[in-house]
Nanobody, 124 residues
Framework: VQLQASGGGLVQAGNSLRLSCAAS????????WAWFRQAPGKEREFVAA???????YYADAVKGRFAISRDNAKNTVNLQMNSLKPEDTAVYYC???????????????????WGQGTLVTVSS
């Protein structure tokens, strides 16, 4: 299984970016997909997850601004990020799991597969 994240870049505060994560070797619609991020000097934190194609969860810090979506036909998951803030600056990682349970969906340790990360920098 390989995950390939893309779409990061430098944007001004208030603008938008769309991240994408393409998967190979992971085709089941019941998989859980998620995005995490890690700012310099900080721990990796949960951003958003699509749990087995049924429920969607967001971190409070991004709720109402970010949207996770999945395209099962293309085997990709996207993260639309609107109204970006300087505090959103981080390396963003996509992650996936075939067997994660709901209580662990926000824990990065519970995911089996990871993309390489894509840097998002938001200037003020």
């Amino acid at each position: 299984v390989q995950l390939q994240a893309s779409g990061g870049g430098l944007v001004q505060a208030g603008n938008s970016l769309r991240l994408s994560c393409a998967a190979s070797g992971l085709t089941s619609r019941s998989n859980t997909w998620a995005w995490f991020r890690q700012a310099p000097g900080k721990e990796r934190e949960f951003v958003a997850a699509s749990f087995r194609g049924t429920n969607i969860y967001y971190a409070d810090a991004v709720k109402g601004r970010f949207a996770i979506s999945r395209d099962n036909a293309k085997n990709t998951v996207n993260l639309q990020m609107n109204s970006l803030k300087p505090e959103d600056t981080a390396v963003y990682y996509c992650a996936a799991s075939r067997s994660i349970i709901l209580s662990s969906v926000k824990r990065h340790q519970a995911y089996d597969y990871w993309g390489q990360g894509t840097l998002v920098t938001v200037s003020s």
